[in-house]
């Protein structure tokens, strides 16, 4: 590679950041995310009213018979690639509104402001030929888990989780190909008890999503998917299934419970290190840690749809807010309000 074409960073020796600055740009980092959070959370409240009169002029029936798929088929890459060809002959036939709901935010604007609620409304009967449901709710859940690794580093996760949502489809229109299915059966099957990896849906699910992932894989190869509408091929979309399929996301296991506890944990370790007191794992000759969590990488490897959290905050924070801009034609501008719901 010519050096013209390799980055700087590729180009130079980029020096090493000193620990003492390096600690004190995470703690400034920590203080920008806080603020930002804090300004989302006071936000919400001032939009809702807006949102909901922007509801009122999108679900008029002049507006609403191509409102949203106008505006998915102006969405941005990070959304738009996520949608095969069968996907968008099921929305635009039949998706009637989308809505999106910071919930846990009450009117005060006290609250979690990262959990999303998502609630796609569908027409039914003869102008839906793929599924029978008139709504589909997904609720995404804005938790953390502190953990201590065994050279007592702390380890902060925080993100969004989920539980799979079905999808009850008409006869052969299981655009997932029995992937939602087979993820919603395991949940399901979760909540009566039983280890996991001992459970039949376990398996079933595998088997599932490496049979999807191996015909993803031929048709990548092949560089086309079929187009015939009865083959809803899976097309070009990195997740290497349908849209629908992000119904079936779920993330890390982190129980409410278990988030409050880390919240105030992470809480308190912030406090002590606004005051310049020493916390676990700040100790200058600390080794760097890799220990990972078995049971988090179970969890993922069983995901439908891994790229499930990336697509929630690309529709909460870009297309939800930019509807009206993405309806007009515009592909391609800032956001023209906060990222609030």
Same mark, same amino acid.
């Given at each position: 590679?010519?050096?013209?074409?390799?980055?700087?960073?590729?180009?130079?020796?980029?020096?090493?950041?000193?620990?003492?600055?390096?600690?004190?740009?995470?703690?400034?980092?920590?203080?920008?995310?806080?603020?930002?959070?804090?300004?989302?959370?006071?936000?919400?409240?001032?939009?809702?009213?807006?949102?909901?009169?922007? =509801?009122?002029?999108?679900?008029?029936?002049?507006?609403?018979? =191509?409102?949203?798929?106008?505006?998915?088929?102006?969405?941005?890459?990070?959304?738009?690639?996520?949608?095969?060809?069968?996907?968008?002959?099921?929305?635009?036939?039949?998706?009637? =509104?989308?809505?999106?709901?910071?919930?846990?935010?009450?009117?005060?604007?006290?609250?979690?402001?990262?959990?999303?609620?998502?609630?796609?409304?569908?027409?039914?009967?003869?102008? =839906?030929?793929?599924?029978?449901?008139?709504?589909?709710?997904?609720?995404?859940?804005?938790?953390?888990?502190?953990?201590?690794?065994?050279?007592?580093?702390?380890?902060?996760?925080?993100?969004?989780?989920?539980?799979?949502?079905?999808?009850?489809?008409?006869?052969?229109?299981?655009?997932?190909?029995?992937?939602?299915?087979?993820?919603? %059966?395991?949940?399901?099957?979760?909540?009566?008890?039983? #280890?996991?990896?001992?459970?039949?849906?376990?398996?079933?699910?595998?088997?599932?999503?490496?049979?999807?992932?191996?015909?993803?894989?031929?048709?990548?190869?092949?560089?086309?998917? %079929?187009?015939?509408?009865?083959?809803?091929?899976?097309?070009?979309?990195?997740?290497?299934?349908?849209?629908?399929?992000?119904?079936?996301?779920?993330?890390?296991?982190?129980?409410? #419970?278990?988030?409050?506890?880390?919240?105030?944990?992470?809480?308190?370790?912030?406090?002590?290190?606004?005051?310049?007191?020493?916390? %676990?794992?700040?100790?200058?000759?600390?080794?760097?840690?890799?220990?990972?969590? #078995?049971? %988090?990488?179970?969890?993922?490897?069983?995901?439908?749809?891994?790229?499930?959290?990336?697509?929630?905050?690309?529709?909460?924070?870009?297309?939800?807010?930019?509807?009206?801009?993405?309806?007009?034609?515009?592909?391609?501008?800032?956001?023209?309000?906060?990222?609030?719901?």
């Amino acid at each position: 590679m010519a050096d013209e074409q390799k980055s700087l960073a590729e180009r130079v020796e980029v020096p090493d950041i000193p620990k003492a600055a390096a600690k004190k740009i995470a703690l400034l980092e920590q203080q920008f995310l806080r603020a930002e959070v804090e300004q989302l959370k006071h936000s919400i409240p001032l939009f809702r009213p807006i949102y909901e009169e922007r =509801n009122k002029v999108i679900t008029t029936p002049e507006v609403q018979e =191509n409102f949203w798929m106008r505006v998915f088929s102006h969405a941005p890459a990070e959304i738009d690639e996520y949608i095969t060809t069968a996907d968008a002959a099921a929305l635009g036939t039949a998706l009637k =509104n989308v809505s999106v709901e910071r919930f846990e935010v009450n009117e005060a604007g006290q609250g979690e402001p990262r959990s999303i609620r998502f609630v796609f409304e569908f027409r039914t009967g003869e102008e =839906n030929p793929f599924f029978t449901d008139e709504k589909l709710v997904k609720e995404f859940y804005w938790r953390k888990r502190v953990t201590k690794t065994q050279k007592g580093n702390t380890i902060v996760w925080e993100g969004l989780v989920s539980e799979p949502v079905r999808v009850h489809w008409k006869a052969d229109r299981d655009l997932t190909k029995g992937l939602l299915d087979a993820a919603c %059966d395991l949940a399901e099957a979760e909540k009566k008890g039983g #280890e996991r990896k001992q459970l039949p849906e376990f398996k079933k699910l595998v088997s599932k999503i490496e049979e999807v992932e191996a015909e993803a894989a031929k048709l990548d190869e092949e560089g086309e998917g %079929d187009d015939d509408e009865e083959d809803f091929p899976v097309g070009p979309s990195p997740a290497g299934t349908s849209f629908f399929s992000f119904f079936g996301y779920r993330g890390r296991d982190v129980s409410a #419970e278990e988030s409050a506890k880390a919240t105030q944990e992470d809480e308190e370790r912030y406090q002590k290190m606004l005051k310049g007191e020493k916390v %676990d794992g700040d100790d200058e000759e600390a080794e760097e840690d890799d220990e990972e969590d #078995e049971e %988090d990488d179970e969890v993922e490897a069983l995901e439908i749809f891994p790229d499930g959290e990336e697509l929630a905050v690309a529709l909460a924070e870009d297309l939800w807010p930019n509807a009206l801009k993405y309806y007009g034609g515009f592909s391609h501008f800032g956001h023209g309000c906060c990222e609030s719901c």
